[in-house]
């Protein structure tokens, strides 16, 4: 795996990115544990993990943009909350 870095982000952006990490990780482990059996809190669980992810993607799609970051087929992009660096990310 090779790990470059090619570029930052500011604090502000970095912590957009992080709370919307956080969330989506969270829902994905209560997905986990909950059943299909309570239906409301199930669609609402899926109905989020949606908006949730769609609001993840288009953070890296707008920052892409901004930044007009490198990137690579079949390479991904992820950042160091420490650090607020973007690395392009290659199998």
């Given at each position: 795996?090779?790990?470059k ?50 609001k ?15 990137s ?20």
């Amino acid at each position: 795996m090779v790990k470059k870095v090619i570029g930052q982000v500011t604090v502000e952006e970095k912590n957009e990115i992080q709370t919307l990490f956080e969330r989506r990780n969270g829902l994905n482990e209560l997905a986990k544990i909950l059943t299909a059996d309570n239906n409301e809190l199930y669609e609402k669980l899926v109905k989020d993990l949606g908006e949730t992810g769609t609001k993840f993607q288009a953070w890296w799609d707008r920052m892409s943009d901004k930044y007009q970051w490198e990137s690579a087929e079949g390479g991904n992009w992820e950042i160091n909350f420490e650090t607020c660096e973007i690395y392009l990310v290659q199998q």
